[in-house]
């Protein structure tokens, strides 16, 4: 799971968005909405509203729907194994709290996803874990969805390890996340899909956090 390829996409983003989280400027810190767990762990919610929060997409790897005009898709990296995609991401409450990367990798046989969230005044997280890319465009097809139709409906869906309730770990972080462990969930609700191809929906990222002994 944590693959040495992986693990460089994080930290190659990481340096992309530096800027945002590194002391030299003043960012001034957005209040966390956290809660505590019975082991004395804190968990944390995360929200991407698509297509409004997407702001980039890059890659061959299928995402399962098509993107909106005004978001930018670059060129190609060369491999179809790969999907990097970039956000807004927003707190509990929808405030928008920083800027997210999911990137998605297929090596052999296994999918994997690795996601760097960054929050400028707080530190930044890097979360590594498990990705189906086609699962969105599956559970519509399930649901009697036809491209070039629109859609209404409310499809739930969890992006897990094979027979486990997380998505993946905590592997690293900086300033406030520095010295954190634990684990992530990945879900979608997709509630449409517009005439023209767009999915309505939300991503959200449920963390458990602790310190690390």
Not at 31 to 52: D, K, M, Y
Not at 198 to 208: A, P, S
Request: glycine letters at 12%; hydrophobic letters at 40%; one cysteine or more.
């Amino acid at each position: 799971m944590k693959s040495a390829f992986i693990v460089g996409l994080l930290l190659g983003f990481a340096g992309l968005l530096g800027a945002a989280a590194y002391p030299w400027v003043d960012h001034p810190r957005i209040s966390s909405r956290t809660g505590v767990v019975a082991n004395g762990g804190r968990t944390e919610s995360f929200v991407i509203r698509l297509p409004a929060d997407r702001i980039l997409v890059r890659g061959d790897l299928p995402a399962g729907f098509r993107y909106p005009q005004q978001v930018q898709i670059g060129p190609d990296f060369g491999s179809p194994s790969l999907l990097a995609e970039h956000f807004k991401f927003r707190d509990s409450a929808g405030e928008v709290v920083g800027i997210a990367s999911r990137h998605v990798v297929r090596a052999g046989s296994s999918t994997e996803t690795a996601w760097c969230l960054v929050f400028p005044g707080r530190g930044a997280a890097w979360l590594v874990g498990a990705a189906d890319p086609t699962a969105p465009q599956r559970a519509l097809a399930n649901a009697g969805y036809t491209p070039g139709e629109a859609f209404s409906g409310d499809l739930r869906l969890t992006i897990a390890e094979t027979d486990a309730d997380r998505s993946g770990v905590l592997v690293a972080g900086r300033q406030e996340f520095e010295n954190l462990g634990g684990d992530y969930l990945e879900s979608w609700q997709i509630s449409g899909v517009t005439a023209a191809g767009d999915m309505l929906g939300t991503i959200r990222l449920d963390t458990v956090t602790r310190q690390r002994r």
